[in-house]
């Protein structure tokens, strides 16, 4: 994946001066050789202001852009807590267990210790991320620097983002629109474009030596008879315009995703419809949201982060059929017909993530609307249609709404083997509780049409990121025994 970034890990520990500095260091040696992956082990054991200092000026020299302190013993409640303050990158605070050693000279206190550390955050408002339970020994903080290292890097990436819009969103889809001070509360910068500016960008690379090959690799992905192959020049040629666009625009961002008008001028302006090529962005962790959905893309981009895969955007769309339920999925799957839908876009999602029929195709709805009555689809071809593989998937989003408040939704489920036998790239999805969680969470709290999905369940990590954010406001599908506060308990 491109355009997310690599954390690297470091571990500094702290000591209180009145318990053994030995103890730490000894305790933090044991979870260097306990954690897998790469974690720079900081020499310099905090104890005071000065050792905070030197502490953070090595791990910076070191390139670390995540850290874990580590409460080896009581620790230090300010110094510690300064290190969040000093350092640039997110710090997650954990603590030792006792266990290894006598419970004279060597019991550290790390457990309370703890306490007074998330007190003293607190205090300074400063933001740290602790784990479920932060006590563990070796092994047990081993585990929790590996859940760390994903929420790091959504961390980093939202720090580090820049989106770049194309377009005011379309009339009738105010649902999109949302205010853009949500943004700069999370540090994320926005880049607002007209329409025009990026036609004249694609007008520019007319003729770009870059396109064949584009073209080339755009064929091969597709496979012969499952594309337009007078189709591929504008669409690589648009392709590479986004990319140019990127990189000179990110300026001193580290990563980009985009929020882009993608109708009703675009297909007859530019001579075909996006949705392929903003899937083939989305593969390489560049998400484009259709329709200027900001926090969408905001969305997308923090799932990619976080499984290091595509993802996609799509509308909670449509209901499934009865009939289909009572023959495809009853019996067959633990899921009530209120329990599934159909997550529906024109064409955007990765075709890694679709089944083997995918293919370019063109847009039905769109066709009818600008293309004249009867004539054969032009440029209104470009979207990538199909069924959405079955799996893991967590359906999620993240949201600023009309009062400037963030908030959010959470929800695991499946993209279930189940043709759907409609246009557009589509799939079948099953969240147990849906029904009550549309009503309840998705209507009751006014959230728009479209959901970001990542494949596989990070329900767990994102819901970590989110808090960490600063989002009060995290929803999920409660089971029947959690009422939601809307839901009528006589019903």
């Known amino acids: 994946m491109q355009n997310i970034p690599e954390v690297k890990l470091g571990i500094i520990a702290v000591s209180r001066d009145c318990f053994p500095i030995g103890l730490s ?17 900081c020499p310099v054991t905090v104890e005071n202001e000065k050792d905070m200092l030197k ?29 969040a303050k000093n350092f640039d990158g997110p710090c997650m605070f954990v603590a030792a267990a006792e266990g290894d050693g006598d419970l004279i000279n060597g019991r550290g206190d790390a457990y309370c210790g703890m306490l007074n550390c998330s007190y003293n955050l607190g205090m300074r408002h400063l933001k740290g991320y602790i784990p479920e339970y932060p006590v563990g020994t ?36 105010f649902a999109c629109n949302a205010p853009i001070k949500g943004l700069y509360e999370l540090g ?34 597709m496979g012969e008879g499952r594309y337009f192959p007078d189709m591929l020049e504008r669409m690589a040629q648009f392709e590479l315009t986004l990319l140019d666009w990127a990189e000179a625009h990110k300026g001193a961002r580290k990563y980009v995703a985009f929020a882009d008008k993608c109708w009703p001028a675009f297909p007859e302006q530019f001579g075909f419809e996006p949705c392929y090529v903003n899937s083939r962005l989305a593969s390489r962790g560049i998400p484009v949201s259709c329709e200027v959905d900001i926090y969408g893309a905001l969305s ?42 159909m997550g529906f876009h024109c064409g955007n999602t990765p075709s890694c993530k679709m089944c083997d029929s995918r293919a370019i195709k063109y847009q039905l709805i769109q066709h009818r609307l600008l293309e ?45 083997p189940v043709a759907t036998t409609s ?30 999905v990542a494949f596989g369940h990070h329900g767990k990590t994102l819901f970590e990121v989110f808090k960490f954010l600063g989002v009060q406001d995290i929803a999920y599908n409660q089971p029947k025994a959690l009422p939601y506060p809307t839901e009528n308990p006589f019903a």
């Open 25 to 41: 260091i000894r305790r933090r040696e044991a979870i260097k050789a306990a954690y897998k992956g790469d974690l720079y082990e």
């Open 138 to 173: 070796a092994d047990d903080i081993a585990k929790m620097i590996g859940d760390f290292v994903p929420v790091a890097r959504a961390i980093i990436g939202v720090q580090n983002l820049k989106i770049i819009t194309f377009g005011p969103r379309p009339q009738d889809f």
């Open 372 to 416: 004249p009555e009867g004539s054969d689809p032009d440029f209104t071809r470009g979207t990538l249609e199909g069924d959405i593989a079955p799996g893991e998937i967590t359906f999620y989003r993240l949201q600023c709404d009309s009062e400037g408040n963030l908030r959010s939704y959470i929800a695991e489920g499946e993209v279930l």
């Open 188 to 221: 994320v910068e926005i880049e607002e474009n007209s329409e025009l500016d990026l036609l004249v960008s694609y007008k520019e690379h007319a003729g770009d030596p870059r396109i064949a090959d584009v073209c080339k690799d755009m064929a091969a992905e």
């Open 55 to 83: 502490a953070v000026a090595d791990v910076k020299a070191a390139e670390c852009n995540a850290l874990v302190v580590f409460l080896g013993n009581f620790g230090p409640e300010t110094p510690e807590t300064l290190i």
């Open 300 to 341: 997308e981009y923090i799932g990619s982060c976080i499984s290091e895969d595509s993802v996609t955007i799509l509308d909670i769309n449509n209901s499934v059929p009865a009939q289909m339920w009572e023959e495809q999925i009853k019996g067959k799957f633990d899921y009530t017909l209120t329990d599934t839908f």
């Open 423 to 452: 246009f557009g790239g589509i799939g079948v999805f099953a969240i147990h509780e849906m029904g009550r969680f549309y009503r309840h969470v998705l209507i009751q709290k006014r959230y728009p049409h479209h959901g970001a």
